[in-house]
């Protein structure tokens, strides 16, 4: 999945060069599962196999903003921003595995995992006019390769990422030729611990491994067949086990261990498959709904009200907001253009006593569309993010506020 994501990303944000969207995400946004309209991203496909890169950023305390560092196994390792690095401005070189070179003064070496990964950026955005101050701030960034920073000759640049054979959500669909993928993978991507690579170790009398395409290499017909069905079931897996490690609160599910997954094998592949790219919650948790509060899947043939009692607004330093997607995991067309409602939705119309409701519904809310999250006419689900989440959202204590049904 990362390697197609990678590929998709690369047709869009060349690699090795730090590319911002040119407006903020919408309805033909499909390239990564469930984008959101509260940032505007910036993106850098990372192929470190010739040299390192140098990020260099100026101060930002103007607004929330986050680098995000994501290895070819979806792990997060590291972060700069207004967490982590305090806003402050800096130098950062990102170096590949096993790199020994020296660094340069000034500079804070960020050492990845893998030689491929992505450098996903994050910038808050208040609305459309707010894009234009972002990409001033982007023009006063850079990424550039080591031997441009130091003056020395450049290597010779890596092999291109080359096209997807299909979307990322679709890898299921490749049948043997998952493996081949796979292969081709490995062989630029190993495994990053001795576990891993004993596990795929263990592999190999099927074909499987770096380099390697099971799918025209193998030929006995029972172990093509196991291979085969060993996608199907691995499949089935993750679309069973999506909530793998998950709570569940008053109809809200979110997971307080993403973004860095050690041994957990599934659910770093349910993550991947549903949300791939997550933070680790200390920069962002997300809260997912998919039924309402009597447990009935959600769906725009009925109305909705999500209910903030006084002080029960979620207690974040950056922002939060609730996201509408349809069953595919991507925003869905509406009449007024709004994906998301949250803290800094224009207009919001709070209770006297601070609470707010939200109404989630296909037509209008008489006298409430201020506070309107358009809804499709059949299934959608809900995702509540929570950026720089405070401590009760941390140790699990928050109440996430109910999703009540108000009939058709």
């Known amino acids: 999945m990362t390697e197609r994501t990678l590929q ?3 047709l869009l944000a060349p690699e090795n060069r730090l590319t911002f969207q040119p407006a903020r995400s919408g309805i033909t946004t499909r390239t990564i599962v469930a984008p959101n309209t509260d940032t ?3 993106v850098a496909p990372l192929d470190l196999r010739s040299e390192p890169y140098v990020l260099t950023l100026p101060a930002i305390h103007d607004r929330y903003y986050s680098f995000q560092f994501i290895s070819a196994y979806t792990d997060s390792f590291a972060y700069i921003g ?6 402050r401005a800096g130098r950062w070189m990102i170096t590949p595995p096993g790199w020994h070179g020296a660094v340069p003064r000034g500079v804070t070496q960020v050492a990845s995992p893998t030689p491929q990964l992505l450098l996903l950026g994050r910038f808050l955005v208040a609305d459309d006019a707010d ?3 972002v990409h001033a701030l982007a023009a006063r960034m850079s990424l550039e390769p080591l031997s441009t920073v130091t003056g020395a000759p450049a290597p010779p640049a890596p092999p291109a990422f080359g096209s997807p054979a ?3 959500q679709s890898v299921g669909a490749a049948g043997i030729g998952f493996f081949d993928e796979l292969g081709n993978a490995l062989a630029v991507d190993p495994p990053v611990d001795a576990r891993a690579r004993a596990t795929l170790q263990s592999f190999a009398s099927l074909g ?5 395409h099971p799918s025209t290499e193998v030929h006995d017909a029972s172990t093509r067949a196991a291979l085969a069905a060993g996608v199907r079931d691995g499949e089935r897996l993750i679309a069973t086990q999506r909530s793998a490690g998950a709570r569940t609160v008053d109809g809200w599910t979110f997971n307080l261990h993403v973004g860095r997954y050690g041994d957990d094998g599934l659910l770093r592949a349910v993550v991947a498959a549903t949300g791939w790219g997550a933070n680790v919650p200390a920069e962002a948790v997300y809260a997912h709904a998919s039924v309402d509060a009597q447990g009935n899947s959600l769906d725009g043939a009925r109305r909705y009200v999500v209910h903030f009692p006084a002080g029960g607004l979620p207690p974040v330093n950056a922002f939060w907001s609730v996201t509408m997607y349809g069953p595919d995991r991507f925003f869905i067309a509406n009449p007024i253009d709004r994906y998301a409602i949250g803290d800094r939705t224009p207009g919001l119309q709070y209770g006297a006593d601070g ?3 939200l109404y989630i519904q296909h037509d209008p809310p008489a006298g409430h569309a201020a506070n309107w999250l358009p809804a499709p006419t059949g299934p959608f689900f809900l995702t509540m993010r929570l950026y720089l989440p405070k401590r009760s959202v941390l140790d699990g204590e928050y109440r996430y506020p109910t999703v009540e049904s108000e009939g058709a």
């Open 8 to 10: 998709s990303l690369a």
């Open 40 to 42: 505007l991203y910036g």
């Open 82 to 87: 207004t967490r982590a690095t305090g806003g």
């Open 131 to 133: 894009v234009a101050r």
């Open 166 to 168: 299909g979307t990322p």
């Open 208 to 212: 499987i491994g770096a380099g390697r």
């Open 355 to 357: 609470s707010l409701d």
